[in-house]
Structure formats: structure tokens, C-alpha cells
């Protein structure tokens, strides 16, 4: 035997690097997926705690081979697919719920649709549309264990008919006469 006795390990090939969109709800479940990484190649993986839009999950040796070479990997960037009833903001799913004017005023019971099933909320009185409800663990899964929340945006809504006595009370409170 001659030389120094180690033996260098051959280069790895470059990275491979796929995109893979995933639903809310595939983020929320931590969902087994597949990815096409090309030449009748797919691979799997969950997704983690902690993944979230522009995530890259490393699937070590997945990518491609070349002779006398270590297989690279193949690195997959994450992107969350628009959801009709959520965005998402870090770990944090934002939602609207719309308001009619006299549950504005009044406050209300509302029941909305959350990531995780439906949830009761209230509408305090006087809210406006700049007024948000931020409910606690009910965003994403962030690496650490714990959760983003899920904020409710609230936005005030018209009757579709307009009604003559909201248009008078509105009239007589913009022209300074209160009745």
C-alpha cells in the first residue's frame, strides 16, 4: 500500500431543485407528499412543523447521479397555493368575516369557518373594518412547537336594499341634526 491511507470521497453532483405547491390544509395536517424530480422520478417527504411559503426541504441523496460521482440532493422550495378562505402571513391565517352595519354597532356572536373546523367568535360592540380578532394556536405549526394564530379581519357590509330610515339617520347625523 502506498499514499496516505484515506481516500478522498468522490464530488457530489450539483443540486437538484423542484418546486412543490401545497394547500393550507396539507401544512396543517403535515401531510406525506411527492414530488416529480424528472426522468420518471418522484420522491417523498412530510411536511414539518415549521414549513411555510419559501421553505426548502433537502431530501439528501434524491437527486441526480452521475458515474464516479455522490448523488446530490434534491432541494424542494415550498409554495403555498391560494386558498379561498385563508392567507397566510408567517405562521399567522388571516381570514375576513364580514359584518352587517347593526352587528358593527351592536356587536355580535359570529361562528366562522377555521382551519381546523368551525369557531365561535364575537364581534365587539362599535367595530369598525380596521378592527381585527386575533384567536391564539390557530395558524400553522412553526418549528418550535407551538402555533401561529388566525386573525379575523372584519369588514362592514351593506344591506344589498338600501333602507330609508338608516339613509335618514345617517342624513340628519351628517348634517349635525340628532334626533
Do not use: C, Y
Not at 139 to 162: C, F, Q, S, T, Y
Request: aromatic content about 6%; overall charge negative; proline content about 4%.
Amino acid at each position: 500500500f502506498t499514499g496516505s491511507g484515506t481516500q478522498q470521497a468522490p464530488e457530489k453532483v450539483p443540486d437538484q431543485f423542484a418546486t412543490k405547491t401545497v394547500s393550507i390544509d396539507d401544512l396543517i395536517k403535515g401531510s406525506w407528499l411527492t414530488v416529480d424530480l424528472g426522468e420518471g422520478r418522484e420522491a417523498g417527504f412530510a411536511l414539518a412543523a415549521g414549513t411555510t411559503e419559501g421553505h426548502q426541504v433537502r431530501l439528501k441523496g434524491q437527486g441526480h447521479k452521475l458515474t464516479g460521482m455522490q448523488r446530490g440532493d434534491a432541494v424542494i422550495n415550498i409554495h403555498i397555493a391560494p386558498d379561498e378562505r385563508f392567507t397566510v402571513s408567517g405562521f399567522d391565517l388571516h381570514t375576513v368575516l364580514p359584518v352587517t352595519i347593526e352587528n358593527a354597532v351592536l356587536g355580535s356572536d359570529a361562528r366562522i369557518e377555521g382551519p381546523r373546523g368551525p369557531i365561535n367568535v364575537t364581534v365587539p360592540a362599535w367595530s369598525g373594518s380596521d378592527r381585527t380578532i386575533r384567536i391564539s394556536g390557530q395558524g400553522l405549526a412553526n418549528a418550535d412547537g407551538g402555533k401561529g394564530d388566525l386573525v379575523v379581519e372584519l369588514r362592514i357590509m351593506l344591506w344589498e336594499k338600501p333602507d330609508d330610515k338608516v339613509t335618514d339617520l345617517m342624513r340628519s347625523m351628517k348634517n349635525g341634526l340628532f334626533l
